[in-house]
């Protein structure tokens, strides 16, 4: 659906209107934020690549097509940047130096929930992070991921499972 | 782990996202007592999903600073692009071929540029504006607005020689339908030819006509033409010197200058922005836009409406202003029918039932407005015949169940919805002077009865300007206790000579009057005449200025309300109570569907009014809602509700702020939030009123 607003804004950018570009980000940079911070699984990265996002966005404006779809398409934006991160990271992995530059960049208080986290898949990741960070329903979220609402309830739920059996490792309370 | 527990631990999983379906709670319930596993598991996953709700929440504390510094950044790229075009301006000025070769081509466009300018060097400022807004013979605008993220379309077109107006408005609205709240959209239009004014709307396909007098045509032409001008440029005739100039900017092949001017609205606490863009080679407005910041919500700058065309002296469409009802449209009333309007006064609806009219003002030099003035009430509220019965000139008026008992007026700003000022001023001196009502005669024509009355001020108020605004005050007379307010529209009246009054008054009286001879008494020297013993009965104004001032209470400059001094103190139990009783209300009126009454109760909260619309059609559990604390001090009170559930898998409590005046209790301020984030809002609030009563429903077990 087109967003008149996206779209005013979107010309006026176009126009070399600097301070309408400000809107869109005011506008989504939320939602980039969190499709970056569940497809990457940490808030630095996250902040990064939002960033970067939003820098591309200003630069390549004018290659939007249809100025009323500015948010799906600085989504897709964002879903590409990450792809290509992800796809850096697991290069760099390989390199035993690299975690413990990971580890010592924890930075939140709950170490253990953020480490969680960032071992799920990412297709759990994503939708879980829709779900507490933008606290999106579910049915956003499947219109959002382009999946259906019971597959988007499934992740959910499998999201939990995984992060109990995650925090619970050790622990021989739970079977 | 039984068998059955895998099954059972996905429907605890769905109970916490509150997915899980109501016929499986029972099940789920039965299971968690005989299982100690998966007690244990819910317990566990409760606790997580608190720990996952407090996490993201946190990450989500810093938004704000995120999104800053993305802004930062964004600056040092956009300065990098600027850098750049300097930096090849320097290799080309380095070398002295690409040096004379630039100047040459500078100096080329220079002379290409004043030729295509006929060889003069036209220069553009906002202060041209006025004039170019006056001179146009037509003004054509292309609007929209933005409020709550909907988008309504408006369009202007304004003819100064013939006095045509068209106004097209357009906007998503919500109706209750078979299955909730449905949107739809709304479009309404009005014409005016000069003595016609056709409504028009076309959802419900329904066209209805009022008149103008003569004179009061001429009064809207006046008007039209200022207003339309005020829109193309806010604040374009007294606040011109507010803009200063902010930069250029280029909107297609046109360079414009673009000016800003910016103030605060203190009642509603929102920073209002105002953009236009101006060529300075042409003097075309190419774009206005207002931006508004509702600094209680901390969204920062919002696009709120936009003019993107603005077109002097374009021509309308053929027909634009023929007042003809579209084919098919039912007619509420024609163009015989239509009642007589005025056109400096919009028909007033208050109380519930009636409508004020006024076919007719004059202001007279000496500061006394006379007014004719009707009112139709539905058949349970039609005034007695006795209420128009022995009145006599120059004394008290009548009654009937809506009176324009006075007037008012202000000077050094007012807030919006009293309409004679438009900006708030902060540094002006705010005063009020009143202007008392009495008699003059009743004319009838047609099965109307009209008043005509002079409202006089206590000093005498000559002005230079054409016209004059005041505040008509309208009282009820009805049984309805709800109908003790007195509301206040704007009335803007021609200032006559001598004259001309004879004139305007002879040549309104057959439209008002079946009996066409104006009376002796209606000489503008008894008028002046009865002014003068109106300002020397004493008692007059005393009684008048008593009777105004709770109105005068709520214009008060400080946008907070006038707490000690509006109404006594009521024990803080009986005002956790009645807050209760208001919210309770609101609630049942959102859970029953009854969606004016709901946005009624947050007429005070403009955008949460739209946000409930929203969800009343997605709220099935609203009924059900209690009201876990209240915190009370004076005439300030907060509500906390227990959670509930906005939409799937989303839960809420509901933190409302409610204020006291003239011992009635109405929401200010309505917030969802997440039964972890209401600390927050109860900690703003007692930020304000550290001394706040508590009561909790538990205490109260």
């Not at chain 2, 929440?57 to 993305?70: K, L, T, Y």
């Not at chain 2, 006559?496 to 309104?508: H, M, S």
């Not at chain 2, 559930?645 to 509901?654: D, L, N, T, Y």
Request: aromatic content about 8%.
């Amino acid at each position: 659906m087109n967003d008149a607003v996206d779209d005013n804004a979107v010309q006026a950018c176009r126009q070399g209107d600097k301070a309408a570009y400000a809107t869109l980000v005011e506008r989504h940079y939320r939602h980039v934020f969190a499709l970056c911070l569940g497809m990457m699984g940490s808030v630095h990265d996250a902040e990064d690549l939002a960033q970067e996002v939003m820098l591309r966005g200003f630069t390549n404006i004018r290659k939007l097509s249809d100025a009323g779809r500015f948010e799906p398409w600085i989504l897709k934006v964002a879903r590409n940047l990450c792809l290509d991160a992800l796809r850096r990271r697991k290069r760099l992995k390989a390199r035993a130096a690299e975690r413990a530059v990971e580890q010592a960049r924890e930075p939140h208080g709950n170490h253990d929930l953020e480490r969680a986290i960032r071992r799920l898949p990412m297709e759990l990741r994503v939708p879980l992070a829709m779900y507490y960070f933008e606290q999106k329903n579910a049915e956003t979220i499947a219109t959002m991921l382009n999946i259906s609402h019971s597959l988007v309830c499934q992740r959910l739920r499998t999201a939990r499972h995984e992060l109990h059996a995650l925090l619970t490792e050790g622990d021989h309370d739970e079977p | 782990m039984n068998p059955d527990c895998r099954s059972i631990r996905d429907r605890i999983s769905n109970a916490i996202s509150d997915t899980l379906p109501e016929a499986d709670e029972r099940a789920l319930r039965e299971h968690l007592d005989g299982c100690a596993d998966c007690r244990r598991y819910a317990q566990s996953l409760a606790q997580e999903h608190a720990s996952l709700t407090e996490h993201f929440a946190q990450i989500d504390a810093e938004m704000a600073a995120r999104r800053s510094h993305v802004l930062r950044a964004l600056d040092d790229v956009w300065q990098s692009q600027q850098r750049n075009v300097f930096a090849i301006a320097r290799r080309i000025l380095s070398n002295p071929v690409t040096r004379i070769a630039a100047a040459i081509l500078i100096v080329a466009t220079v002379l290409a540029l004043w030729q295509m300018e006929g060889g003069t060097t036209a220069a553009y400022a906002l202060s041209d504006v006025p004039k170019l807004l006056k001179q146009a013979r037509t003004i054509h605008l292309r609007r929209r607005h933005f409020p709550n993220g909907q988008v309504v379309h408006l369009e202007d077109w304004w003819d100064s020689e013939s006095g045509g107006a068209y106004h097209y408005w357009e906007w998503p609205e919500y109706k209750q339908g078979p299955n909730g709240l449905q949107s739809m959209k709304a479009s309404f239009e009005t014409v005016k030819n000069g003595r016609f004014i056709m409504e028009v709307d076309h959802q419900n396909k329904t066209v209805r006509f009022e008149r103008l007098l003569p004179v009061e045509q001429k009064l809207q032409k006046h008007l039209m033409a200022k207003d339309v001008a005020s829109i193309a440029v806010p604040g374009v005739f007294q606040y011109l010197d507010r803009y200063t100039k902010i930069g250029t900017e280029r909107i297609e092949a046109e360079r414009y200058d673009v000016w800003r001017q910016e103030y605060r609205d203190v009642e509603a606490d929102i920073g209002i922005r105002f953009d236009v863009w101006l060529s300075r080679r042409t003097g075309e407005i190419g774009r206005t836009r207002r931006w508004e910041n509702w600094h209680k919500y901390g969204h920062g700058w919002q696009l709120a409406s936009e003019t993107d065309k603005i077109e002097l002296d374009a021509e309308p469409p053929a027909g634009l202003f023929a007042t003809e009802p579209p084919v098919g449209y039912t007619m509420e009333n024609t163009k015989d029918t239509a009642d007589i309007t005025g056109a400096g006064f919009r028909t007033c609806r208050y109380p519930e039932g009636c409508e004020m009219r006024v076919p007719f003002s004059l202001a007279l030099e000496e500061g006394s407005v006379l007014i004719c003035w009707n009112v139709v009430c539905t058949p349970s509220l039609a005034p007695a015949e006795a209420v128009y019965d022995n009145l006599t000139f120059g004394g008290p008026l009548p009654q009937p169940p809506a009176a324009l008992c006075g007037l008012m007026s202000i000077s050094g700003g007012n807030r919006g919805r009293y309409g004679s000022v438009a900006f708030w001023d902060e540094n002006a001196a705010f005063t009020i002077t009143h202007y008392v009502g009495r008699y003059l005669m009743q004319t009838r024509k047609a099965d109307r009865v009209y008043v005509w009355a002079l409202y006089t001020p206590q000093e005498m108020l000559s002005s230079e300007e054409p016209t004059k605004e005041t505040i008509a005050v309208i009282e009820p007379h009805v049984t309805d206790p709800n109908a003790t307010r007195i509301v206040t529209p704007p009335l803007t009246s021609w200032v006559v000579t001598r004259a001309r009054f004879a004139e305007y008054l002879t040549e309104a009286m057959p439209e008002l009057s079946e009996d066409l001879t104006l009376p002796d008494f209606m000489a503008y020297n008894s008028l002046l005449q009865l002014a003068g013993q109106v300002r020397n009965t004493p008692g007059l104004y005393e009684d008048f200025r008593a009777r105004m001032r709770p109105v005068e209470e709520g214009m008060s400059s400080d946008p907070r309300p006038a707490e000690a001094s509006t109404a006594e103190s009521i024990p803080p139990e009986m005002a956790s109570g009645q807050v209760k009783e208001v919210v309770h209300g609101l609630f049942a009126a959102m859970h029953e569907g009854r969606t004016g009454d709901a946005m009624e109760m947050l007429k005070n909260d403009r955008r949460m009014a739209s946000r409930v619309a929203g969800v009343m059609s997605r709220s099935t559990r609203l009924g059900n809602i209690r009201i876990e604390d209240t915190y009370v001090q004076d005439n300030a009170a907060l509500a906390v509700t227990s959670t509930f559930k906005i939409a799937e898998g989303q839960s809420r409590c509901a933190v409302i702020s409610l204020r006291r005046d003239r011992g009635t209790w109405s929401i200010q301020h309505f917030t969802w939030t997440t039964a972890e984030n209401h600390d927050q809002e109860i900690g703003r609030f007692l930020r304000d009123f550290p001394k706040a009563t508590h009561f909790s429903e538990e205490q109260e077990r």
